[in-house]
């Protein structure tokens, strides 16, 4: 089945530091990548959705310049929180979306701001 | 109000019991839908798709109402390894992002 390898799993940054986190699609071509974050005791809530090649479409109230996704080839995206505070601890999750396999998720990436 | 809502729980059962969640959603255009379950700090996996007609995949029965902009889940016969959180999902259609619920959560007990 598809997999999605989301790197890395969790990450303790300082304040003011910048923390890339990536996603790899690795036996099938990811043609739509989309970003969520989750805050404890709540639902995932999409960041931003990204298509190969082309700038990614950010949610409202997502800073587009704080958040920056990269989706420069079909199996990789990556998105850098630029400048973490610890208001920016959560739980980061990657999906894939391929028209044989649906959406695929990586394993999520728990970053912690200190 | 939000695009998906469902009771948040925690939803305390027994083994062998039945329990069922329930989910409204707001946009009438939406096209697909879906439960998903997660586990503590891990990602959301694919429990199943709901259909129209309703659909059973073993212990687990998903229904559709469009008309009222509801779904729901029945789990019969509990198992310890059912608890987690279920997380109710809907698609506008077309490759389009998945709109999560806030998640109900389970806890079976023995």
């Known amino acids: 089945g598809a997999v999605v390898s989301q790197h890395p799993s969790w990450v303790i940054c300082k304040s003011g530091t910048s923390v890339k986190i990536e996603c790899r699609s690795l036996?099938?071509?990811?043609?739509?990548m989309f970003w969520y974050r989750q805050f404890p005791k709540q639902s995932l809530m999409l960041m931003a959705t990204s298509n190969e090649g082309s700038k990614a479409t950010y949610e409202q109230g997502v800073e587009k310049d704080k958040f920056l996704i990269n989706h420069a080839s079909l199996t990789l995206s990556t998105l850098t929180v630029t400048s973490a505070h610890p208001e920016d601890s959560s739980f980061y999750i990657c999906s894939a979306r391929n028209r044989d396999y649906g959406y695929t998720f990586g394993s999520g990436t728990r970053l912690t701001v200190v | 109000r939000k695009e998906v809502e469902q009771d948040p729980g925690p939803f305390n059962v027994p083994e062998g019991a039945t329990v069922a969640f329930n989910c409204t959603y707001s946009n009438s255009a939406s096209q697909s839908f879906f439960w998903y379950r997660q586990d503590c700090r891990k990602e959301p996996k694919l429990l199943m798709s709901v259909y129209s007609s309703g659909n059973e995949d073993g212990r687990f029965t998903a229904q559709l109402n469009r008309a009222s902009q509801y779904i729901s889940l029945l789990i019969r016969d509990s198992k310890l390894s059912d608890s987690a959180t279920y997380l109710c999902?809907?698609?506008?259609?077309?490759?389009?992002?998945?709109?999560f619920g806030t998640g109900t959560r389970l806890q079976v007990f023995p």
């Open positions: 036996d099938f071509q990811a043609t739509t």
């Open positions: 999902v809907v698609n506008l259609g077309g490759g389009d992002k998945l709109i």
